[in-house]
DNA sequence: CTAATGACTCGAT
DNA sequence: AATCGAGCCATTA
């Protein structure tokens, strides 16, 4: 139920908002939302939307571009595999030209 | 209430 | 450049 759940909420609404093809990191998610939760947090949220396809969390990645969570998902391939059909090259679960698909969470906040 | 964990990030060595 | 450690916030035990 929605309880507490505000913040799970926060990042959702962001992951939903990213666009097919573009990817983001935890700490640009934390940040949108002012820096306040810790990006670890972020990852806690996603391990929460287990299941709801409305959030796109294969398009959520580490700093690094790498597939931190595609150990989380049903099955881990799945991940790496939505990201290839979106047109995201994946490597050693690393994210290839991921400057070129990084998709700032910030740009969403700002049209609100 | 204290302690430990976690899909992270940054700074120092 | 690579590796290690500490910081951060929320949830669970």
Known sequence: MFKNT????????????IPPGKVTTY?????????KSGARMVGWAMNASHG?????AHRVVNRQGLLTGK?????P???????EEEGITVMNDQIQ?????FWNP??????E
Do not use: T
């Open 106 to 111: 910030s740009l969403a906040i700002q049209i």
């Open 97 to 101: 030209q991921f400057e070129q698909h």
């Open 71 to 75: 150990m989380h998902f049903n099955p």
């Open 52 to 56: 709801l396809a409305d959030v796109p």
């Open 77 to 83: 391939d799945d991940m790496q595999r939505k990201l």
């Open 6 to 17: 505000d913040f799970f909420e926060a990042v959702y609404g962001i992951v939903r908002l």
């Open 27 to 35: 700490g640009a998610i934390a940040q949108a939302l002012g820096s």
